[in-house]
Structures are given as C-alpha cells and as structure tokens.
C-alpha cells in the first residue's frame, strides 16, 4: 500500500499536470482529491467537453505511470457562468452536484450541471432517511433470480436481489437505493436482513429436498468490516444450513480498491467453505493481473457485455478468450443478462457453464419459484 508522503507528492504532481490541459485557466485543489479548474473564456461547450476530457486523461495517464499495480479514474463536474450561476460560490457548488452525478454513473465521466440535480439530490434525502424505518417496518423482500446449467438447463443456483416496496414512495429500485445505503451506513443492517431472509429461505427449501447453492452481493463496507465472516457464520448457524451453499458476489471495481485486504477476506472466506464470485466482469477495468491473484471460484460476466455479443466480433473473441482462461484456471463462469434466442444461439457455439437472464426468467418471489421449479 502507498503512504501519506507518496500521496502527497502525486497530489503535487497532478496538480502540476492540469495546469498544462490548454486554454488560459487557473487550478486550486479544494478537498483531498478534488481540484477546480477555472476557464474565462470558451467558444462552445463542446470545447468545455474536450478540456474536461484532457483534464481527466492527464490526471488517469499519470497516475498509471506512477504506479502500474493500481487503477485510477477520474470525473469531472462543469458549471458554467452565468447560465448556473452569477456568483463563484453558486457556480463552485453547482459543479460539485455534477461532479457527485459524474461519479454516480461510473468511472471517468465528464457531466455538466442540470437543475434536476437538485431534484435528485432532494429525493436521494428522502430515500436515505426512509431506509431505517423501512428496515423496522420489514419493507424489503428478496427475490431470486434462477441461474441455469448452460447444457442440462437445470436450475441449481439462485441470484438473492434486495426489494423494497415503501409505504408512500412506492417500488424503489436497488441501484437507487444500495449505494446510499452504503454512504449512510445501513448497508450493514440491510446486508443481516438479507442473511436472516435467505438463509431461512434456503432452510426450508432444503427439507423441501431441494438444494440451492445462493448467491449473495456484497458490498466492499460490509466485505471490510472487521466482524465480516463473524456476523455471516452467526446467521448461518441460526438457520442450520452449509456455508458451501452461499456463494458471495463481489465487484472487480471494488476488489480493485482494497487489493490486498480483499485477497485476505476472500481466502477466509473460501478457507470456511463459501464459494465467491467475481461479478459484473468485462464492464470496467478488467486486469489480467487481478484475475490470477483473486481467489474467486466464479467469473460472471456483465450484462453490457452479453448485448453486445451478438453485434460485434470482438466481443465474441472475447469471450472465448474469458472462456478458456477462466476453464484452464479451474473456474466456472456465469453469462448474466442473457435476453434474446439470438445471444443464446451464439453461446451454443462457445463451452459456457451457466447462463442468467430474462430469456430464461425474471427475478421470481419465493412463490413463483416453487412453482417454477415444481413444473420442471
Ligand atoms: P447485479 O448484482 O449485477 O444483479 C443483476 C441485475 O441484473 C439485477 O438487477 C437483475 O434483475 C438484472 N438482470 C437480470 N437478468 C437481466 C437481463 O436479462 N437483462 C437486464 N437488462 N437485466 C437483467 P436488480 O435486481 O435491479 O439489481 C441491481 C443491482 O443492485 C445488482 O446488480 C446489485 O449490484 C445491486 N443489489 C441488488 N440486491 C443487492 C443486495 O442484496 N446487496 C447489494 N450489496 N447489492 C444488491
Ligand atoms: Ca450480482
Ligand atoms: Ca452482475
């Protein structure tokens, strides 16, 4: 891991990098990893665009060249005078809004400020304060969404998804609301709540005669807290089931922010017999590197990547490629977002071991499942 004296030297040196993007401007930084560039004048906002780009780039290129084992991104916010604002204060906090949207949405982007980002943050409030008392008045459920055997077509494991319905909001979809569960903390309790349901769940299809193997998302709060394995084992030992049934998904992007202490969790976790899975693989960063030195027993590869496979060539070489890497290193992958019979057509062409989608189902509730898996 780096230190404080290296982080301030890369600090010195990005700085040093964006006074050089183009154009007359100033730099200052404003907060630990945050800079404000200020431009007086510009001709079209494309050309906005195009600096804010530069400015991204300089900052990601170098910081890969001081350190090639670690990955960066950067974002950007833009507002502009006086369209957001006639004073600096207004401007600086309009383009903070933009800058938070900008990291909302991934990795590397450049968004310029709206006046629905306010609407949005008001909302984002509202839904932060609303989980607590929903988690007391037991307004989340879990779905399960059916993973099949590629070949047999056999439905073994299941994916467990996080529902919530609010009394007055209404259905609030689990990318709205997981990651402030995570900025607020309450990912915690929500993640115990998803060990209590599934766990219980998996107990009665177990004296049903049916055995699944769950897989479970975690997210990197709840992955790093120090009573991590402790709290999981507790709700397993509560509900009399295997730790082999439990598959834990975790994210590259998060693995990659906390290599090495990802690593140690990981092998704890396979040394007590759970399974883990890479998710959403292909839609990032995705590091040769990393995938040797991750101890995951799954690959499962994103749903931006599946629609594009039957459109384009290289995504197929790519597939095969994840395909025989991930078969030669002992590990099994899951194809996920699978939708039309043409994606399926083309994975009949490749050695794919386990497929999810809504080709072949929907996220189901406990009642639809039984039923589903009663017919087959
Ligand atoms: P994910 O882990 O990648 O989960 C798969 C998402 O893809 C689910 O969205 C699922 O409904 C959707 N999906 C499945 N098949 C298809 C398909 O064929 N096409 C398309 N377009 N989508 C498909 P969902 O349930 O809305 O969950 C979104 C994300 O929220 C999940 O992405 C996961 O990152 C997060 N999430 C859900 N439940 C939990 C949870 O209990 N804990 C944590 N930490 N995150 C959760
Ligand atoms: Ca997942
Ligand atoms: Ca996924």
Redo the contacts with the bound molecule.
Sequence with gaps: MKGHKWGDEALLLIAKELTKVGKEHIVARMSEDSFVLVFYQFEHLDEIKTLADVSINKVKNLMSKQSEAYFYSASAGVALYPDHGLVYGDILRHANLALSAAKKNGKDQVVFYNTFMHQSKEREYEITNAIKPSLQNDEFYV?Y?PILDFKSGEIRKL????RWNHSSMGYI???DF?YLSEISGS?LE??HL?YDKVFGQIKTWNQMGKYFTVD????PK?LMHPTFIEDIERYIEKHEIDNKQIII?I?ESMALENIDQTIIVLKQLKDKGFLVAL??FGSGYSSLTYFKHLPVDIIKMD?DFIAKIDKSPSERHFLKFVLDLSHAMSKKTVL????TIEQVEILKLHDVDYV????YH??LEVSQLNKTIQSK
Excluded at 356 to 359: A, D, V
Aim: glycine residues 6%; charged residues 25%; negative net charge.
């Design positions: 779905v969404q994916e467990a998804l996080l979809p689990p990318n997981i990912i929500l993640t998803l479970i998302n975690i997210s709840v998904e994210t998710d959403d749903k996920e977002g699978v939708e999810q989608g809504f080709y929907k996220p």
